[in-house]
C-alpha cells in the first residue's frame, strides 16, 4: 500500500490530523494497535482551550461539541477549604469549553468514518524503517500477515507508549522527566457537579479538583498514594474525603452517588527532543506528557497537529518545506510553555510528601497572592485559557 502521510496511532492526534489532511486533499492510513472501542473506552480530561475549540471547528468536528459542551468564564481556586474565582473571561477575553476527550475522539472517528478514511485496527509488531531516508516505509501485521505502507512521511501519533519515539536514535535523542510522588483518583458519578465551574483545591490532606462532563455527570479526582490499592477506596470514603478538602459551601451541597469508573493514574511531565527525525514527527504523548492539573495534555497534541498539518499543507500545495523545517522547534517551544505551566500548578496544589513548613508557607502565600493580584490571575488565565499557536 502507498500513502502520502502514514499516521501511527488513532487516539486524538492522529486521528486529527488524518482529519485535516484529508480536507486538504492528502491521503493518510492510520494504523491503530487496539479497537475502536477501546480507544473510545478511555477516560480522559475535559477542558479545550478555545484554540483546540476553533482547531476542531475548522476540521469540520465541532458541531455536536458546540452543541453539547460548556463553554466556562472561569474557575474556582481554594485553599483549606475556602475558594476565590478566577475570570478567564475578563482578564483574557476567552473561555475554555468543557466536553470530554472521549467525545472529542468519537466525533473524530465518526468523521473520518463519514469520508471512508483509512483506519486500520488491531495491527501489531508496527515497525518504522528509514524514517531519516527519502523513501520511509512502515511495516505491520494484520490477521497475521505482514504488509507494508510506503509513505512520504510518517506521523508518530502513538502515545507515551508507542515506538515512533524510540525510532529516532537513542543517540539523538535526548529526553526530560520529573515524576510526582503521588497519584490522582478519579472517579466518574451520575450526580449533578457540585459546582457550575470548575474548583481546584489546595489542602493539607492533599488536592482535589471537582470536574464534570456535563450536567448529571460529575468528574471528581483527590491526591492519594500511588501505591494505594483501588479496592482500599470506597465510594464512601472516596466522597468522605473529597467532602474533607473541598469548599465548605461545595461540600455541603455534593451530591454523591455510586461511581461508575474508578481509577488511580500517576503524574509526570516528560519531553523527548527532537519533535522531527528526518521524514518522521512526533505528535502528542509520543512527544510530551504532562501532569492533568491544568488539563494541558489533548490542547499540547491538538496545537502539534495544526503546526504539522499546515507545515504538511504547504508542502503539498507548493513544495514549501518552512514549515517541515520549523515543526520541532516551533511545537516545542510552545510544548514547554505548557509543560512549565502543568508543573507549576502541579507543584502549587499538591502535598508533597517531604514538604517542609517553609515550602507550605510559599505555597500558601502563591495562592493569597493569586487571590487579590490582577497581574498574577492574568497569568494563570491566559496559560489556562491556552497560550496562542
Ligand atoms: N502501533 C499502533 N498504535 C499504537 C502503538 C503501536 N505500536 N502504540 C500506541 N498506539 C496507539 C494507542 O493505542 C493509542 O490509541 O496510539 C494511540 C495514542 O493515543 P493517545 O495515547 O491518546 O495519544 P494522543 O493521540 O497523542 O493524544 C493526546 O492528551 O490528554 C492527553 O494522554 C491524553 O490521550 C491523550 C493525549
Ligand atoms: C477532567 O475533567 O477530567 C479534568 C479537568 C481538569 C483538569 C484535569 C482533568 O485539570
Known amino acids: 500500500m502507498r500513502t502520502q502521510v502514514c499516521i501511527i496511532g488513532g487516539g486524538p492526534s492522529g486521528l486529527l490530523l488524518s482529519q485535516i489532511l484529508h480536507r486538504a486533499g492528502i491521503d493518510t492510513v492510520v494504523l491503530e494497535r487496539k479497537s475502536r472501542d477501546y480507544v473510545l473506552g ?17 476540521a469540520g ?5 458546540d452543541a453539547e459542551g460548556f463553554a466556562h468564564d ?4 481554594a485553599l ?3 475558594g476565590f474565582r478566577i475570570d478567564f473571561r475578563q482578564l483574557t477575553g476567552k473561555q475554555v469549553m468543557v466536553y470530554g476527550q472521549t467525545e472529542v475522539t468519537r466525533d473524530l472517528y465518526d468523521a473520518r468514518a463519514a469520508a471512508e478514511g483509512k483506519i486500520l485496527h488491531g495491527v501489531e509488531g508496527v515497525t518504522l524503517h528509514d524514517p531519516d531516508g527519502d523513501a520511509p516505509f512502515v511495516s505491520y501485521v494484520l490477521n497475521g500477515t505482514e504488509h507494508r505502507v510506503d509513505c512520504d512521511y510518517i506521523a508518530g501519533c502513538d502515545g507515551f507508549h508507542g515506538v515512533s519515539r524510540t525510532s529516532v536514535p537513542a543517540a539523538v535523542r535526548k529526553e526530560y522527566e520529573r515524576t510526582y510522588p503521588f497519584g490522582w483518583l478519579g472517579i466518574l458519578s451520575q450526580t449533578p457537579p457540585v459546582s457550575h465551574e470548575l474548583i481546584y483545591a489546595n489542602h493539607a490532606r492533599g488536592f482535589a479538583l471537582c470536574s464534570m462532563r ?23 470514603r472516596f466522597w468522605d474525603e473529597l467532602r474533607r478538602r473541598i469548599p465548605d459551601d461545595a461540600a455541603q451541597s455534593l451530591v454523591t452517588g455510586p461511581s461508575v469508573e474508578k481509577s488511580l493514574a500517576p503524574l509526570r511531565s516528560f519531553v523527548a527532543e527532537p519533535m522531527r527525525w528526518g521524514r518522521l514527527f512526533l505528535v502528542g504523548d509520543a512527544a510530551h506528557i504532562v501532569p492533568p492539573t491544568g488539563a494541558k495534555g489533548l490542547n499540547l497534541a491538538m496545537s502539534d497537529v495544526h503546526y504539522l498539518s499546515r507545515a504538511l499543507i504547504a508542502y503539498y500545495r507548493d513544495r514549501d518545506v518552512g514549515g517541515i523545517d ?10 514547554w510553555k505548557a509543560i ?3 508543573w507549576w500548578f502541579t507543584t502549587t496544589m499538591h502535598r508533597f510528601p517531604d514538604q517542609s513548613e517553609f515550602d507550605q508557607r510559599i505555597q500558601e502565600s502563591e495562592l493569597e497572592y493569586l487571590e487579590h493580584s490582577a497581574a498574577a490571575q492574568t497569568v494563570l488565565a491566559e496559560n489556562y485559557i491556552g497560550l496562542p499557536y
Do not use: C
Open 42 to 58: 478511555r477516560i480522559r480530561a475535559g477542558v479545550l482551550e478555545w484554540g483546540t475549540v476553533e482547531l476542531l471547528r475548522s
Open 61 to 65: 468536528v465541532g458541531a455536536r461539541m
Open 74 to 77: 472561569g474557575t474556582f481556586l
Open 80 to 82: 483549606q477549604n475556602r
Open 214 to 236: 456535563n450536567r448529571h455527570l460529575s468528574r471528581y479526582y483527590i491526591q492519594a498514594p500511588l501505591d494505594d490499592p483501588i479496592e482500599k477506596w470506597t465510594d464512601d
Open 326 to 335: 520549523r515543526y520541532a522547534a516551533t511545537a516545542l517551544a510552545r510544548a
Open 340 to 342: 512549565r505551566f502543568s
